[in-house]
């Protein structure tokens, strides 16, 4: 398999059971906790696992061997401290061989996470490990002062040459030169640019994410909501799917049985009384409910008088009911929809601005309710107690993993802001960041995220900690600290 198809394996094997695999390496708690719901992390792993002999094992080959070690720092200065001599009992414990061509340049590796919530439900696991906030560096680099980040936690995986794989080595060998000057120009500012646009991808990841689960969230709240309709028509009590579902089928049996009764007394009409009923049927279609009364009187049929004056002559099963109120929602969408070509067609012959304005608004406002309408005729698809009660659960799930994602972007935003987004903003940018809180406001949004989503926007840590983690109560509060 190809190195991107073995990396998305591992971590998905990781994921399943990663304590057990990670356990032997005596990773601090807190660090493991975080790498077991980062498939960033994990996948950084499995590509160093992927230069060793121990790759086919699959995720296993990731457990500690003599010649193998992964070790955990939950900050910099523990990381600082210990790492130099895990180092050296690392090497301590090697073959002669090993231990004489071992260097911290080819043999260490260094990854730098900074901690960012765990991975939703819905989030591909792809997108993660693109998205997550880490990066590998070089040992002799990580331990500087310079990459000391404030929330930053540390990996060092260390391998010693009888651990790679002869392939993995001659392509190593052979980029060498490469990557010793990538290195160079890795600055710690570069480092810490790249986690930045780490946390800005990861938040547009969130939402792309929420933004399709508003649509489906949307559907399926609108479905029901002509679920609930169909209930009120057919006699329902209550919103439940059973009751909903019961009344339509106890609608279709009782409508089943009044025209097996109407036919029954149809078929006992001697000729005369057969001619006196056609022809009230007659007159009924063409609108003369007068003259078909009188023939129908005739009959001297209380039933068959109601039948045809008061029902006009057909009884409506559940099926004709149900296709009429799908018509019904069709004729709406159609009317709007040429409502909106004749509004298009006004707009491109005005001259007037606040007529072209005006007309923006109403074609805006049909263009929602034509969204609307569309998504209750989806109620029609799969009349059934499951179907709506798998809508009432979807609508929960698709609203409860999007303010999983909120406060997930809110937990990014603080990360990035506080950890390594130190940056000055220009008094032009404070005041453009002013007017968007103001007008995100005022359409609505809560304050926290008015102010966060117009840093995300602006990319610049303008405001302190107290405002993302909602310190701040008043408008006046945030905007005085811009």
Do not use: C, W
Not at 118 to 130: F, G, L, Y
């Amino acid at each position: 398999m190809t190195r991107k198809e073995f990396v998305l394996n591992v971590v998905e094997e990781l994921k399943t059971n990663p304590r057990s695999v990670l356990a032997g390496h005596g990773i601090n708690a807190a660090v493991l906790q975080t790498i077991v719901q980062r498939p960033d992390v994990m996948a950084k792993l499995a590509v160093v696992l992927y230069s060793t002999k121990y790759a086919k094992k699959g995720a296993k080959g990731l457990k500690k061997a003599s010649n193998f070690v992964i070790k955990g720092y939950k900050n910099f200065p523990e990381f600082n401290l210990k790492a130099r001599e895990d180092v050296e009992n690392f090497i301590g414990g090697l073959s002669p061989d090993d231990a004489a061509k071992f260097t911290n340049a080819d043999n260490i590796l260094t990854i730098l996470l900074l901690p960012e919530g765990k991975q939703t439900s819905d989030e591909e696991t792809a997108d993660s490990i693109i998205s997550g906030k880490s990066i590998v560096l070089t040992f002799d680099s990580a331990v500087r002062k310079e990459y000391k980040i404030p929330g930053g936690l540390y990996l060092t995986v260390m391998i010693a040459d009888s651990a790679a794989r002869p392939a993995e080595v001659k392509t190593a060998e052979r980029k060498e030169k490469i990557n010793k000057k990538k290195n160079a120009r890795r600055t710690p500012a570069k480092i810490k640019a790249e986690l930045k646009s780490k946390a800005t991808k990861k938040l547009e990841i969130i939402k792309r994410k929420n933004a399709a689960l508003s649509d489906e969230a949307f559907s399926a709240k609108m479905e029901l909501e002509q679920f609930s309709r169909i209930g009120q028509q057919f006699g329902a009590i209550g919103k439940a799917a059973t009751n909903i579902i019961g009344a339509i089928n106890k609608y279709g049996a009782e409508s089943a049985q009044a025209k097996a009764a109407i036919d029954a007394k149809i078929a006992t009409l001697n000729p005369e009384q057969e001619k006196a009923y056609k022809n009230a049927m007659s007159y009924m279609k063409r609108g003369k409910k007068d003259i078909a009364k009188a023939f129908i009187k005739e009959i001297g049929d209380p039933e068959l008088m109601n039948f045809v004056i008061k029902q006009g002559g057909s009884i409506i099963g559940a099926d004709d009911k149900l296709a009429s109120m799908k018509n019904e929602l069709k004729t709406k969408i159609k009317a709007l929809v040429a409502k909106n070509e004749e509004y298009l067609l006004n707009l491109s012959t005005t001259v007037d601005n606040n007529k072209k304005l005006s007309l923006k608004s109403m074609i805006s406002k049909n263009n929602s309710a034509i969204k609307q309408l569309r998504a209750k005729l989806g109620t029609y698809k799969n009349l059934s107690v499951n179907a709506m009660r798998n809508k009432a659960k979807m609508l929960e799930e698709a609203n409860a993993t999007i303010e999983a994602n909120i406060a997930k972007g809110a937990t990014i935003s603080q990360a990035l802001n506080s950890a390594i987004a130190k940056l000055n903003a220009t008094p032009s940018e404070k005041q453009i960041i002013k007017q968007q809180v103001i007008q995100q406001v005022s359409n609505g949004l809560p304050t926290q995220y008015a102010v966060q989503q117009a840093i995300q926007e602006n990319i610049a840590d303008v405001v302190d900690d107290t405002l993302l983690s909602g310190g701040s109560t008043t408008i006046e509060d945030i905007l005085n600290k811009i």
